[in-house]
């Protein structure tokens, strides 16, 4: 209950600012899809078929459920318009806010659909370093494969990251009438599997 009414305040706060409610209402039904990686199959040339593969996962990855939370700058973006969040918010040194703002101040364990909040325990920025904005799956692509830029993780973590992390899954359960990302976090998981498989190439 006292979540309920700190994000009801939160709601407040922001129409009192003149700012309107985080939610916006979209179709929940997107037809959107993935293509399964058998469907590539008929690419003989293997680097070809890898590249085309993780064109295909750049579905998601370039989608807004995943860039919103990974902006080139240190504030967030919001819905399929990709705005900047308000009200105004900081990245913070830990990725989860400003001490004066905290991403946990308004965005709870679950989403918060009557304010149109979204929610997850660990709800956070990606590190700045991992910024998607304006790229191509491509740039996207080498992105991921640098330890530098991927949060020191394997080829292996990424697929792990992709397929089984539930802050990841939310973006195909995304809640207020939010688009949902492509297809689904299984079927990620399967090409980004498949990508790794054929060499990890990355698209031009």
């Known amino acids: ?62 989608s807004a459920r995943c860039v919103n939370c990974h902006p080139a700058g240190d504030r967030p973006l919001q819905g399929e318009t990709r705005r900047l969040h308000q009200p105004p918010v900081a990245r913070g040194s830990d990725g989860f806010g400003t001490p004066a703002m905290r991403c946990a ?30 790229k191509t799956p491509g ?19 990424i697929l792990t990251h992709v397929a089984d992390d539930s802050l990841v899954g939310w973006a195909w359960t995304p809640g207020g009438g939010r688009e949902p990302a492509p297809g689904t976090q299984k079927e990620l998981g399967a090409l980004i599997q498949a990508w790794l498989n054929t060499g990890a190439v990355c698209p031009k």
């Open 105 to 134: 101040t308004c965005h709870q364990s679950a989403n918060f659909d009557p304010a149109g909040v979204p929610g997850h325990p660990h709800w956070h920025l990606a590190p700045s370093e991992m910024a998607w904005q304006n």
């Open 139 to 157: 740039e996207i692509c080498t992105q991921i494969k640098d330890p530098a830029r991927n949060g020191g993780r394997s080829l292996q973590q």
């Open 1 to 62: 209950m006292a979540s309920v009414k700190r994000i009801a305040l939160s709601v407040v706060l922001l129409v009192a600012l003149g700012l309107p409610p985080p939610t916006e209402v979209y179709s929940a039904e997107s037809s959107t899809t993935l293509a399964a990686p058998q469907s590539f199959d008929g690419i003989s040339d293997t680097a070809e078929r890898s590249a085309a593969l993780f064109a295909e996962a750049g579905k998601v990855l370039t």
